[in-house]
């Protein structure tokens, strides 16, 4: 499938889980980072058409992790997800107030998140 993914996790297990499932779904083209500062120099660098960046980074959160990524892209054509754990933690609102084009919650299965990806591209 088309697209360079750039997921942007802090914790192992649950950035292998997602690679893994997106691999298997046909998304070869996966970058990855685990805090925010390598993630958005990665998006600079790596130029991905989409990133996924969870809520809750050390030193950050995935909505200034989507502001900055969109100060830096400017127009550029880049789609963000910000993806969480916790169902409390979504704020639809904010998200769209970040510059995000979806968001989404994180499950062991990462159904949710598929199907936002595969909505965006």
């Known amino acids: ?22 691999t298997h779904a ?9 805090t925010a500062q ?3 120099r990665k998006a600079v660098e790596e ?12 030193g950050s959160n995935g909505f ?3 502001q900055q990524i969109r100060e830096k892209y400017g127009a550029a054509p880049i789609k963000i997800i910000i993806m969480t754990g916790s169902v409390d933690a979504v ?9 995000a ?5 994180k499950t062991s299965d990462c159904a949710s998140l598929l199907e ?6």
């Open 1 to 22: 499938m088309a697209g360079k993914i750039l997921i942007i996790e802090d914790t192992e297990d649950d950035l292998i889980i997602i690679k893994r499932y997106f």
């Open 26 to 34: 046909g998304y070869n083209d996966i970058i990855t980072a685990d």
């Open 38 to 40: 390598v993630g958005i």
């Open 47 to 58: 130029k991905p058409d989409l990133v996924i960046s969870d809520t809750l980074l050390p």
């Open 64 to 66: 200034e992790v989507c």
């Open 91 to 99: 704020d639809a609102v904010k998200a769209r107030k970040a510059g």
């Open 101 to 105: 084009d979806d968001y989404c919650v």
């Open 116 to 121: 936002a990806v595969k909505k965006i591209l």
